[in-house]
Each structure stands twice: as C-alpha cells, then as structure tokens.
C-alpha cells in the first residue's frame, strides 16, 4: 500500500498555515503530556515500569516465532481460528471470505490501527461491503471521509464546534450542537442501532497471550465489547509483534500503555478475550477468528536494531511529546502511522523511496525517546533510516535503501569529511571562512536558512588561534 | 540514557575540546569556557588537531564520514587520560553516548568506551566536578534559560547549569514555558525542513519574549545561532549568550 505518492513538503506547508489547527493540536496534546505525568508522578516508579514493560516486550521478539506458534496452539484449543497473513492483500482477503462465508455485508469496527494499515474499509466497500467505524473519534472522521491523525485520538484535529458541524451535515435529522455531552449522545444513539444490526464485529488486539490463548484489549467507550460481543462473528487482526508470552507479563505493559496514551490509570474496558461462546453460555460472538498480518514486521525481527521497531504498543505518546508532530499534524505524514514512530515504521513498510522523506523531519530531540514507555530508541532508528536511505555501503536492509543516493551529497560530505580530519585544510577552511563568510552567495542551504533567521557569522579569529594566542597548552 | 555520572576528583589537567561551531563563530565564548577552567585552578590544554565532533555527518546518514572525523578526535586526544571537557552538551552527548554506538562492531570498541567516559558538558563539569563558586559584579539582570535537547537528554546538565545562575546574586532567572521543547535547529533538519524549524523556532522566540528577560542563556552555541538568528531576523531585542561567556563577564565585573 505504499504506492501512493507522497508530498511531505506540500503537506508540511499546508498544515503550518492552518492556524486552527495548529491550535487545535497544541492544546489536546498539551492536555495529554499532563495527563501522563499526573498519574506516572513518581519518576523512580516510572523508569522500574519502564524497564519491565520493556523487558517482557524484548523477551516476546526474542522467542517470536515460538510464542506466535504457542499462540495458536492455544487460541484453537480454546476454538479461535486462527489466519496467517504475510501481506495485507492477503489479511483483506481472509476477512472479506470469512464475511462472504456468513453473508454478512455489515461489519462494526472497534478501533484498529492494523485495520487500518490495510485499508480495510476502502478495501471492503469496493467489495459491496459495509465497514462502519465505532469508536467515536474513528466515528466522526470516517463521516468526513478522513483518514485518523493520531493513534490513540484518530479525531484530535477537530474540536468540538467542527465536529458538531460534521454530524449536522452527515447524519439525518441532527441539528447542530457543540455541546459534548449532546454529541456524544448523538453517537451513542446512532451506533446502537448499527452494533444491533452489524454482522460481522471487527477488532484490533493489544495484547495476545500465548500462555493462555487471550485475546486483550482495552478501551474507554464499550464500543469495543459491542464488537466484539453483539454480533454473532468477531474478527480479531493483529500485527504479530502483539504476542507476549504469558499473563503476568501484562500489568506494567497495561499500566504504562494507559497511562501513556490517555494518562489514565485504567481504561474503563479491559477486555481478554480467551473463546467463542460455549454450550449453555447466553452471549458471545458463536464464532471468533484471528488475523496474524506480517506486512513487513519479520523483516525488521531480523535485525537486531531494527526489531526494537516492534516492540511498540501504539500508546502514541511519543506523538504528543514530539515538536514536529504537534506542530505539523497526523495528516501531513501522508501515512497511517505519524509522528516519530511513523518515521520509523513507515518506511520500513512502505519503502525508503516513498517514506524516506518522513525520516528527515526530526531535530532528533529525543523527546520521544525519553517518554516510551517501552524504551524504543527511536532517534537512533530514525538515524538508521537516513543512512539505508544514502546505503553508502552497500549492506543496506530496508526495503529501498539507498533510494536517496545522490552525487551530490555524498561528495559534500566527503568534502565535509576531509576539512574535519586533516587538520591543516581545517585550519585554511575556517580562516577562509572567517574572511569571506559573509560574502557568501544567498542559496541553497544558506537560502533556507536565512528565510527566518539571519545568517552566521564566521570569527575573524577562530577558537584555535585564539587559544594559541593566549598560549593556551597545546601538547 | 543514563545521566549519572562519575565525576573524577583532585582535577589538575582537563582537555578542551571547542566544538567546530565555536571554533568558527563563537570562539569568545570557547576562550570564557577556558577561562573559567583555568580560574578552577584546574590547566586546560587544547590539542590544535581537533575540530568536530562529527555529529553533522552522523545525524545525516553519511556514518563512514562521521567515523573518520571521530577517529580524528579520539586520536587528538590521546596522549593523557585527562577529562575532556565541552562548551556544548549536544557534542558532548555525541561524544559520550554515539561514539561507542558508532564503533559498537570494532575491535576499538573498548579504547572508544574509556575515550567517551572522559566526556563531560562544561557547566556539569564546573558545578559537578570542580564546585566552583562565583561572586556577582554585575548589575541586576533578567535573564531566560534554553537547554539544548542533548544537553538536557544526553548530559543530563540542565540542573547543574540553573545552579551556576544561581550562584549570581544579581541575576534573576525566570523559566520559560515549554522549556522542554527543542528550538528546531537540530543540524541539518532546519534545512532540510526549513519550515517546520521555523515554526519551531518563531514558537521558541514568542515564549523567550513573554518572560520579559534582556538575555536567553545557553550552553550550546547551535540553539544559539538559531535562535539569536532568528530573533534578529525578527527585531526581537533578547540577546543570545553562551553560558561560560555570561559568566565570565559576570564575576569580572
């Protein structure tokens, strides 16, 4: 699904001109950021959760392939049925048959954002099928025919007015509100018709236990349980990265998983899901199946610093902690997956020809680093991203790498390379500077530079003379 | 990343390294960080072979170049097993924490581990490892502080700087909102996405203008250069000064 062109630059310079928007970012996400630390107060606390949540999730990718097999094992003893898919064609697929096989045409979808790595929904209504999202955020920008900018908060670019207007001017007989508690009454009352009368529930996982087979997943609205509950079939899908190996495995990663997405201590649902309904039980879906996607991830197992990738529990909190996605929006990515760990995942996904551009757009702060609450080195994985994109030497392992390799950059840092390891050009290049620097033509990178701010300046002296002069000891 | 770390006691020699933006645009402030060293009581010596870190290269994906100027420093400063002491808590991270990283696979990893151990950020270094102490001969001033992310992230040297402001009686600090949030330069990020550092940068200025001070404080000359840059492009009247250089006019009166 990466066919699609991407204009990062184009979408940058849209998204920083809409002011509502920036503004509408700038305070939800300034909410959740304190959210998080009131009710992670104690540092000491946080970091011990921390290594334990990483822990349990780097011990799961180290015995991957036995735990996803233990998985299944499980799941069918317990009468799940359980789907492999390598590609999202595949996993698509596997759904649109399991509905066909019911004659379902109506399927109600808990949030999913592997679902959504599928492109489900387009996929299924080209195939006369109807896939209606649940979860409210997910609800109100499917009405705009919006893809999600965030995560956890698929609707955060809107505020309350925009989205009252986005229910007047789709749903029949609603007049406009901005009134929270109104707009969340008009969802609930029309999405209880649709749970009722959906065929099919869809729902993501956030966990998968391979000791005991079950299926977890936490949410705040219900519209999860409905899923997963009301209609006679529930498909569950999955990266195979959600495996972990035994329940006790999941309090810290629960705990810091709310804590960071929502900054909530627990979620209203925790849902563990662990079989279809039994004989003599009075609810439950009669049937459950599980879709396995790879879609790129066992690449990434394969290496040792890219495998850190998977360990994400999509808490996207490095989204709110990161200045460029604040400012810039979910939208702008082009991608399902934004903010930092999109520009980690997406182009290990889609390919460093078409998301390559998504690594450049990081001052590589470590904001996100700092608050992961499984402790991904993203910064370090965006650097390795530029470098497969350029691949200088040629051992590349990302699906495109050394897509941006180009004549002129690299001879401008071999250029860069020389003046800063032989000490004699390094002495003639910042002299040279120091004389001529400010007669340098306005262009280029200097060009970009100078758009808001003024341009350097360059000592007539530099700190090696200067030191020098003052017989500062040099050996 | 961890931030403890072990400061050496009884310092009679320490290396500077400059850091290449100082070297070429802000040496006054390299020379005030020597300044205060050698007023520790402590002998600065400046290897003439160094330059950069390598951190331009390293962060833009060109790792070989990186590796090669790396060698070069760690060559330069080879002779002694004196601390190596930097004007700049982004370099210094870099030193620190991605030169092991860099040569993780080498047969050198060993040598680069103790080279980065002798790595510590300026202002760390004076507060953490000297306890120097300063007397205030300057008029009263409001001043604003900006941590560079690495300075911050990486050497943990945020702390260690506020303390050193403290210190001068005459100086009053008030914190910015958002002080957290990095100021968009990162390297070659504010080019290759110009405008996204801008609208970082032009946020930075509008929070470093409502705390109505006359400075913004830093201890890394890069935030410096886009910040100061861009408050001039803007007629914002804040003036950007490098830590060691406050201090040094400060206690000299």
């Known amino acids: 699904m990466g066919s699609q062109h991407l204009d990062f630059t184009a979408n940058v310079t849209e998204a920083l001109a809409d002011r509502q928007l920036r503004a509408n970012f700038k305070s939800a996400l300034t909410g959740l950021m304190k959210k998080r630390v009131a009710v992670l107060p104690d540092a000491a606390e946080r970091e011990r959760m921390r290594d334990d949540a990483e822990a349990a999730k780097r011990k799961a990718l180290a015995k991957l392939p036995e735990l996803l097999e233990r998985l299944e094992r499980k799941c069918t003893e317990n009468g799940i049925i359980v789907h492999w898919a390598e590609t999202t064609a595949e996993a698509n697929e596997i759904i649109l048959g399991i509905m066909r096989s019911h004659d379902a045409t109506k399927l109600v979808k808990g949030k999913s954002m592997v679902s959504e790595e599928m492109h489900l929904n387009h996929f299924l209504e080209t195939h006369g099928m109807e896939a209606l999202e649940t979860d409210l955020g997910e609800f109100i920008i499917q009405l705009n025919h919006e893809p999600p900018s965030h995560i956890i908060v698929p609707a955060v670019h809107k505020n309350r007015q925009q989205v009252g207007r986005i229910f007047a001017d789709n749903l029949e007989g609603i007049p406009y509100t901005d009134v929270v508690e109104e707009l969340n009454a008009i969802a609930r009352k029309t999405l209880r018709e649709k749970f009722r009368t959906g065929h099919v529930g869809l729902s993501g996982v956030n966990f998968a236990v391979a000791e005991t087979g079950t299926l977890v997943l936490v949410e705040n609205e219900g519209n999860g349980r409905m899923c997963t509950t009301v209609p006679p079939v529930h498909v569950a899908v999955m990266g195979l990265e959600k495996v972990v190996e035994s329940l006790s495995d999941l309090p810290p990663l629960l705990r810091l998983l709310t804590a960071s997405a929502t900054g909530q201590l627990v979620t209203t649902y925790v849902n563990c899901i662990t079989s279809p309904r039994k004989d003599g039980e009075r609810d439950g879906p009669k049937e459950i199946h599980l879709v396995i996607l790879d879609n790129g991830r066992s690449r990434m197992l394969a290496d040792a610093q890219l495998r850190r990738t998977l360990q994400c529990i999509r808490c996207g909190t490095c989204l709110n902690h990161c200045p460029v996605y604040i400012r810039i929006g979910g939208h702008a990515y082009g991608s399902v997956y934004p903010g930092p760990i999109g520009k980690i995942l997406t182009p290990q996904i889609d390919g460093l020809a078409d998301k390559g551009v998504l690594a450049t757009a990081s001052s590589l702060c470590n904001a996100c680093e700092e608050v992961c609450p499984v402790r991904i080195p993203i910064p370090g994985i965006i650097r390795r991203m530029r470098t497969e994109a350029y691949d200088e030497k040629g051992d590349g392992v990302v699906k495109g790498h050394g897509a941006k390799k180009n004549l002129l950059e690299t001879l401008v840092w071999k250029g860069w390379e020389l003046t800063y390891r032989i000490p004699a050009l390094n002495r003639f290049v910042v002299s040279m500077l120091g004389r001529f620097g400010d007669k340098l033509p306005n262009v280029g990178p200097l060009k970009a530079w100078t758009s808001v701010r003024t341009a350097p300046r360059f000592a007539p002296k530099s700190l090696h003379q200067l030191a020098k002069e003052e017989g500062i000891r040099h050996e | ?253």
Request: hydrophobic content about 40%; charged content about 20%; some cysteine.
């Open chain 2, 1 to 253: 990343m961890a931030h403890t770390f072990t400061y050496p006691r009884d310092v009679k020699t320490v290396y500077y390294f400059g850091t290449c933006l100082v070297d070429m645009s802000f040496p006054q402030a390299g020379m005030a960080g020597i300044h205060l060293l050698r007023r520790a009581g402590v002998e600065v010596v400046f290897p003439q072979e160094q330059s950069c870190c390598g951190q331009p290269a390293y962060n833009s994906g060109f790792l070989e170049e990186a590796r090669a100027v790396a060698r070069a420093q760690i060559k330069a400063f080879s002779r002694a097993d004196w601390p190596i002491v930097v004007p700049s808590g982004s370099c210094a991270g870099m030193m620190r924490h991605h030169y092991p990283e860099m040569f993780a696979n080498d047969p050198e990893y060993f040598d680069v581990r103790k080279f980065s151990e002798r790595i510590f950020e300026l202002g760390d270094f004076l507060h953490n490892a000297l306890h120097v102490r300063y007397e205030d001969k300057g008029k009263p001033v409001k001043v604003t502080w900006h941590s560079s992310c690495h300075a911050m992230r990486e050497m943990g040297a945020t702390a260690a700087a506020k303390a050193l402001i403290g210190q001068l009686s005459n100086v009053e600090l008030v914190e910015i909102e958002r002080e957290y949030e990095c100021c968009g330069f990162g390297g070659t990020f504010s080019i290759k996405q110009p405008e996204i550092s801008a609208a970082m940068v032009a946020d930075k200025i509008e929070d470093i203008r409502a705390t109505g001070a006359s400075a913004i404080l830093s201890g890394d000359c890069g935030c410096l250069m886009n910040i100061g840059g861009a408050m001039e492009h803007k007629g914002v009247p804040v003036a950007p000064r490098h830590l060691a250089e406050f201090i040094w006019e400060r206690i000299n009166g």
